[in-house]
């Protein structure tokens, strides 16, 4: 079932309001806008408890890490004035740039499109911080990718993520099974969507994290909150997936005709999200919010 714009509306008009009381960064935010072209998790909510731990002055230069569709660059530099370098593999430039100049901040935000995970066109010891929301263990999760970002902040600038964990590591017997693909259908212009479960296996324990960060010898980790929200933000977070997943068509699948490329050498089992086979398969470890873990280079 597709739901209609107005039945949209009657599923955000379920949210809680902004806890002002709790949240005064949300101060002027209407319920609609918490999510508002969020990836993953927590919307701003999250993204407020990450701040707290960064210590931002205004006029700060912080990298928004996988800025998504610019969500929380906006955050940073309306509440915060900073300067914000937003960047992100999959957003065009020229979309962030647009929306940017529609809310008044093109001066203070820059959208680039690149890979993070190639050399970055950055000097070295440019970023009082890096601030990264839901999108940190797609690729961040090396010694080599610390070393790599982090000539690129100054000392003791802060290295703070914020998204969902594991509860516990998954263990060698579910990693060795194969990847499924979740082929989704949208409206257009997006009409499909092929997803990979591979990706699920690079999230880990909040200790996992901490460790890493550790060992690399470059951060020194001032704060690992692990805890979940409270329950008015989990019953949003809940509406809004169930609305997501009713807004997808799942048709059967026949085979894997058409679909995108997939990684080199791997077998690639193939379900309409919403299967009984795909429901059936061992999902591991249970995700939790992982509030914020911030680190500093010393």
């Not at 190639?118 to 890096?130: G, M, N, S, T």
Request: charged fraction near 25%; charge should be neutral.
């Amino acid at each position: 079932m597709n739901y209609t714009p107005d039945q949209i509306r009657d599923i955000v008009a379920t949210f809680q309001a902004p806890d002002r009381g709790r949240y005064p960064e949300l101060d002027g935010y209407a319920r609609d806008e918490l999510y508002e072209d969020c990836s993953g998790g927590g919307g701003l909510y999250l993204a407020a408890e990450m701040v707290r731990t960064m210590r931002l002055q205004p006029g700060d230069i912080v990298l928004d890490l996988g800025c998504g569709k610019g969500v929380a660059s906006l955050f940073l530099a309306q509440r915060f004035g900073v300067q914000v370098i937003a960047v992100n593999l999959w957003t065009p430039a020229a979309f962030l740039d647009h929306k940017f100049t529609a809310r008044g901040v093109r001066d203070r935000i820059i959208p680039l499109h690149l890979d993070v995970t190639c050399e970055l066109p950055f000097a070295e010891k440019y970023f009082d911080a890096v601030f990264c929301m839901n999108s940190f263990s797609f690729y961040g999760g090396s010694l080599a990718f610390l070393r790599h970002l982090l000539k690129h902040v100054k000392p003791g600038g802060g290295l703070c993520i914020g998204s969902e964990v594991l509860t516990d590591e998954f263990t060698p017997e579910q990693l060795e099974l194969p990847p499924y693909v979740y082929a989704f259908r949208l409206p257009p212009p997006d009409e499909r969507v092929d997803v990979f479960e591979e990706d699920f296996k690079k999230q880990h324990t909040p200790r996992w994290w901490r460790e890493l960060f550790e060992s690399s010898g470059l951060l020194d980790v001032e704060h690992c909150r692990v805890g979940r929200c409270r329950p008015a933000l989990r019953r949003d977070d809940a509406t809004r997936t169930r609305a997501r997943r009713r807004f997808i068509q799942r048709p059967d699948l026949p085979g894997t005709e058409g679909m995108g490329p997939r990684p080199p050498s791997q077998e690639v089992a193939v379900r309409p999200h919403g299967s009984q086979e795909a429901e059936r398969r061992p999902r591991g470890a249970v995700r939790c919010p992982l509030n914020a873990l911030l680190a500093r280079s010393p």
